[in-house]
């Protein structure tokens, strides 16, 4: 699978996704966030941590989340909410997971109030900073208008 993040002016990003599971995908323009688009640090904190049934792992079996569309109008026979319904505990998980290790990297506060214990070791996070850091500089490094390519499942 293949995943198009391409850079918009305002800092916005929209997303393709192709050669997966289920008809081509497209998520609308939106804004990146403080650093990095929120569905890019899935697909790096996956990777790092070997997650294949999380956001990206479901996408690429042909989950249908809120927000994406097809590329090309029309119905296609493989429903992508029975993906999620049959994987959607370990979507959750993964995304706990993707938001701790950002916390984390981006030195936000992982003690305290509303936060419970740490969901990732200390082997995990050093896994997912260094990859977050090199992510963070590919993004940095495309141009307004051009586009970051992640291969699922490949890229590291």
């Known amino acids: 699978m293949e995943i198009s993040f391409r850079k918009l002016p305002d800092h916005r990003h929209e997303i393709l ?19 990095l688009p929120h569905d890019l640090v899935h697909a790096v904190v996956e990777t ?37 319904r049959r994987g959607g505990d370990a979507v959750l998980a993964a995304e706990l997971s993707v938001n701790w290790a950002y916390r984390v990297w981006r ?21 997912t900073g260094p990859r977050l850091d090199a992510a963070a500089a590919r993004w940095a490094a495309v141009p307004e208008g051009g586009e970051l390519l992640w291969r699922w499942g490949t890229d590291r």
Do not use: C, Y
């Open 17 to 35: 996704v192709r050669a997966r599971r289920g008809p081509d995908v497209r998520l609308p323009a939106r804004p990146v966030g403080p650093t």
């Open 48 to 84: 790092a941590l070997g997650i294949e049934d999380g956001f990206w792992g479901a996408t690429a079996r042909g989950a249908t989340f809120e927000g994406f569309e097809p590329v090309v109008p029309g119905r296609h026979r493989r429903s992508g909410l029975k993906v999620l």
């Open 107 to 127: 030195g936000l506060p992982v003690e305290g109030r509303g936060l419970g214990p740490a969901l990732l070791d200390a082997d995990a996070l050093a896994r």
